[in-house]
């Protein structure tokens, strides 16, 4: 099973909208509505921020929301703020039964 | 609240095998499949495979097929990796998960290093 394919980066400036991609086959992001993000902050723990493609966790901030269209899932933060600055990854339930994680994208707020 | 607490670092020689434990609390251990995800220094994640502790039931990654093992003892809510002739390579902070990925134990680092 091939990783997903993620951005190696992005940036913006404080308050600014930012979407980080997660591409993957029919065989996993196209063909389930079980697509996951996960925030990671350095030496710590991944954190779930989305799953079921658009589903918000209780206390996760409303200005991260998931999509997805055909074999691509998509995260977007709607107001960079400077503690969103960290690590995310994708994972996709897979035709194998298994699951499956993006690469990872670098976030920075400039 | 619930917790998922980890087994502490272990240092294995290249060969020898590895059992890493995950003790949950706070909710239904059998409720909820348990996975297994590793992350190498600087790298990404990486996903292993699960376990359900209700049937015992698991699935793994092809990559640590035959290498892998994931049991879980119910009596005590506890779940665990086996991963034998391990190699350099799989030196790496490995992670348990449940509640449907919300939460994650604290991590075991395994450094194998003759």
């Known amino acids: 099973q091939s990783a997903l394919t993620q951005p190696a980066s992005v940036s913006g400036s404080p308050g600014q909208s930012i979407t980080i991609s997660c591409t993957g086959t029919?065989?996993?992001?196209?063909?389930?509505?079980?697509v996951s993000w996960y925030q990671q902050h350095p030496g710590k723990a991944p954190k779930l921020m989305i799953y079921d493609v658009s589903n918000r966790p209780s206390g996760v901030s409303n200005r991260f929301s998931g999509s997805k269209s055909g074999n691509t899932a998509t995260l977007t933060n709607s107001g960079l703020q400077a503690e969103d600055e960290g690590d995310y990854y994708c994972s996709s339930y897979t035709s194998s039964s298994t699951m499956v994680f993006g690469g990872g994208t670098k976030l920075t707020v400039l | 609240q619930v917790q998922l607490v980890q087994s502490g670092a272990e240092v294995k020689k290249p060969g020898a095998s590895v059992k890493v434990s995950c003790k949950a609390s706070?909710?239904?251990?059998?409720?909820?499949?348990v996975y297994w995800v590793r992350q190498a220094p600087g790298q990404g994640l990486q996903w292993m495979g699960w376990i359900n502790p209700g049937s015992g039931g698991t699935g793994y990654a092809q990559k640590f097929q035959g290498r892998v093992t994931m049991t879980r003892d119910t009596s005590i809510s506890t779940a665990y990796l086996e991963m034998s002739r391990l190699r350099s390579d799989d030196t790496a902070v490995y992670y348990c998960?449940?509640?449907?990925?919300?939460?994650w134990g604290q991590g075991t680092l395994v450094t194998v290093s003759s």
């Open positions: 029919s065989s996993d992001v196209g063909g389930y509505n079980y």
């Open positions: 706070g909710y239904t251990f059998t409720g909820y499949y």
């Open positions: 998960v449940s509640v449907a990925g919300q939460n």
